[in-house]
């Protein structure tokens, strides 16, 4: 009996145990992006005269040190092309009427609440530089103008990416019809959650046919690997994965933020992840007719090559492929 009891409670703190560092990672995972979210090098244009520029890379020492990577274009027209080609996330347009801030909420609600906020900073300092006023560039859709719907949409592409390697590895033996199976759910899912975020609840901008096509990309960026790593490790390869896109790649794909407002390399890191990938182009494709989308492609073109490969490779499954699920024995009648 004491024996029996020592046991059970050494599983009682192993599982406890276990428990609470899960949820320390998973804590640190969500919430330590979230805490760290400010400008740093933030790509911002601007316009006019030289010592109102000037007065602008000051005055944004207020948000911290580098806050702004500012670059200085010949008049608004050029702000504005810079804005909807993604090369910045703003900008500011100094005249004699005042100050304009032109913003790209639909790029980033954050970023484009933070503009607003040091252009009021600027005009308190100043107050001869006279009156702000604020431009949208590219906004938000009329149906989801705080962008609301579009974030919530970035957690279960993640999820139904990571449930189509999980459900194929193990209910598929094959490499082909793995293969067939999760590029078959990337096409379904890109189509039915295109539909939903476009047609019904009017989150997306845009070509439909692009904005599927990103997110199918986006669910075989992360079904294939998870499919490839099963393959190759066997049942560690899926946690793994789920480590992987959904402890690290979910926090910083600076979907809810922006990538600029994360700290550099994590920013970075964050980027060349599915989710991360994913968010960004399809931004693009919805509201910057696929302005800036051409790296977030490759990355996650890179990732579903990567799964491929992977589950090409011998694996611990291998074993199993391709074998009966069941099988019978047929035997000859016995002489009489």
């Not at 040190?65 to 670059?71: C, I, K, M, P, R």
């Amino acid at each position: 009996m004491t024996t029996t009891s020592t046991h059970h409670t050494h599983t009682v703190l192993r599982v406890v145990l276990g428990a609470t560092a899960l949820l320390t990672v998973l804590i640190c995972a969500f919430a330590w992006p979230a805490s760290e979210v400010a400008p740093r090098d933030l790509p911002v244009a601007a316009a006019g005269p030289p010592e109102a520029v000037a007065g602008l890379d000051q005055g944004a020492s207020a948000l911290g040190e580098d806050a702004l990577d500012l670059a200085v274009e010949d008049d608004r027209a050029a702000v504005v092309t810079a804005i909807e080609n993604r090369d910045a996330a703003g900008g500011f347009v100094f005249g004699p009427e005042g100050v304009e801030v032109l913003t790209a909420s639909a790029g980033s609600p954050a970023t484009a609440q933070l503009l607003n906020d040091l252009a009021g900073h600027l005009s308190t300092a100043n107050p001869d530089a006279g009156p702000v006023t604020t431009t949208d560039v590219v906004p938000l859709p009329a149906d989801d103008p705080r962008g609301l719907t579009f974030n919530a949409g970035a957690f279960p592409l993640v999820l139904g990416g990571l449930a189509a390697g999980v459900l194929v590895a193990l209910m598929v033996r094959s490499r082909r019809s793995g293969l067939a199976a999760v590029l078959g759910i990337a096409g379904g899912g890109g189509l039915a959650m295109a539909a939903v975020l476009q047609g019904w609840l009017g989150a997306l901008d845009g070509s439909y046919l692009a904005n599927a096509g990103v997110i199918a990309l986006g669910i075989a960026a992360i079904g294939l690997p998870v499919l490839g790593l099963h393959r190759l490790l066997g049942a560690p390869g899926i946690p793994l994965a789920a480590a992987v896109f959904l402890l690290l790649g979910n926090p910083l794909s600076g979907i809810t933020s922006s990538p600029d407002l994360l700290p550099g390399g994590w920013s970075t890191l964050g980027q060349l992840l599915p989710p991360g990938a994913v968010g960004t182009a399809l931004r693009s494709t919805s509201f910057f007719d696929g302005a800036g989308a051409g790296v977030s492609l490759l990355v996650l073109a890179g990732w579903a090559l990567v799964g491929t490969v992977l589950l090409l490779l011998p694996g611990r499954t291998d074993a199993a492929e391709d074998q009966p699920a069941v099988s019978e024995e047929v035997r000859s009648p016995m002489p009489a």
